[in-house]
């Protein structure tokens, strides 16, 4: 079984990306697995809190049991950036790693709508930008997606990145149809709602808007950061 492993930052197209490999015939999907785990081990209070730790695993070894008892060629696991860094262990054996990252104006101006203040932990990427350089330290081959990127060329760019897990590319990636989705997480009503109105990968709602200016130290960090990752980003 071939292991796709999505570490995203929040308010990103990370669920357009889990949509998008779930048209595959080839291929099942997970979302957040881990969600639970983080929130059993955090002070976090995140909308539909109860709901997810009610019908979700707070193990790491049961999800990791969960993970390992797939039976489909290809798995694509939608993974938090915030939830693996709580994890004993941030990795998944045998996995093609694969970073989601994007512009942290964006992430915080989408985030702070629903959690009012966010912090690095929350967005994600110093422990993105942590990850990769412990795979780059181990000679690792680095896969990273700029969103970016993804939305002014999906077909081209969604085609370097199956090419780079390995994996033949599905047209049928590029579209789905609209509404909630049997595999999404108990979440969804919460964080989901733009993207139940998609059917494909679109520009549309990236228009930039004003960091609060409480969360401008945030983000001017953050961007550091970004600037190191998306270097790495397959281009359009």
Same mark, same amino acid.
């Given at each position: 079984?071939?292991?796709?492993?999505?570490?995203?930052?929040?308010?990103? !197209?990370?669920?357009?990306?889990?949509?998008?490999?779930?048209?595959?015939?080839?291929?099942?999907?997970?979302?957040? #697995?881990? $969600?639970?785990?983080?929130?059993?081990?955090?002070?976090?209070?995140?909308? %539909?809190?109860?709901?997810?730790?009610?019908?979700?695993?707070?193990?790491?070894?049961?999800?990791?049991?969960?993970?390992?008892?797939?039976?489909? #060629?290809?798995?694509?696991?939608?993974?938090?950036?915030?939830? +693996?860094?709580?994890?004993?262990?941030?990795?998944?054996?045998?996995?093609?790693?694969?970073?989601?990252?994007?512009?942290?104006?964006?992430? !915080?101006?989408?985030?702070?709508?629903?959690?009012?203040?966010?912090?690095?932990?929350? !967005? %994600?990427?110093? $422990?993105?930008?942590?990850?990769?350089?412990?795979?780059?330290?181990?000679?690792?081959?680095?896969?990273?997606?700029?969103? %970016?990127?993804?939305?002014?060329?999906?077909?081209?760019?969604?085609?370097?990145? +199956?090419?780079?897990?390995?994996?033949?590319?599905?047209?049928?990636?590029?579209?789905?149809?609209?509404?909630?989705? #049997?595999?999404?997480?108990?979440?969804?009503?919460?964080?989901?709602?733009?993207?139940?109105?998609?059917?494909?990968?679109? #520009?549309?709602?990236?228009?930039?808007?004003?960091?609060?200016?409480?969360?401008?130290?945030?983000?001017?960090?953050a961007s550091i950061l970004y600037e190191k990752l998306v270097a790495f980003s397959i281009k359009a």
């Amino acid at each position: 079984m071939k292991i796709i492993n999505l570490i995203s930052g929040p308010r990103n !197209i990370s669920t357009a990306m889990m949509y998008s490999f779930a048209q595959r015939p080839d291929c099942r999907v997970m979302d957040e #697995p881990f $969600y639970a785990v983080y929130l059993s081990k955090t002070a976090a209070d995140h909308p %539909g809190k109860d709901d997810v730790l009610n019908t979700m695993s707070a193990s790491e070894s049961v999800v990791r049991s969960q993970i390992s008892r797939q039976d489909s #060629p290809i798995l694509f696991i939608k993974n938090m950036a915030h939830h +693996c860094e709580v994890l004993e262990d941030p990795w998944i054996d045998g996995a093609t790693n694969v970073f989601l990252i994007r512009d942290p104006v964006f992430i !915080i101006t989408s985030y702070s709508k629903v959690i009012e203040s966010p912090t690095m932990r929350d !967005i %994600g990427l110093a $422990y993105q930008y942590e990850l990769l350089s412990q795979l780059e330290r181990s000679g690792e081959r680095l896969i990273v997606l700029d969103t %970016g990127e993804v939305l002014k060329d999906p077909r081209g760019v969604l085609s370097r990145l +199956c090419k780079a897990c390995e994996i033949d590319f599905d047209e049928q990636m590029l579209r789905w149809e609209a509404g909630p989705k #049997p595999y999404d997480g108990v979440w969804a009503r919460h964080w989901y709602a733009n993207v139940h109105q998609s059917t494909g990968f679109s #520009p549309s709602g990236t228009v930039k808007q004003p960091v609060p200016e409480r969360l401008q130290n945030l983000c001017n960090e953050a961007s550091i950061l970004y600037e190191k990752l998306v270097a790495f980003s397959i281009k359009a």
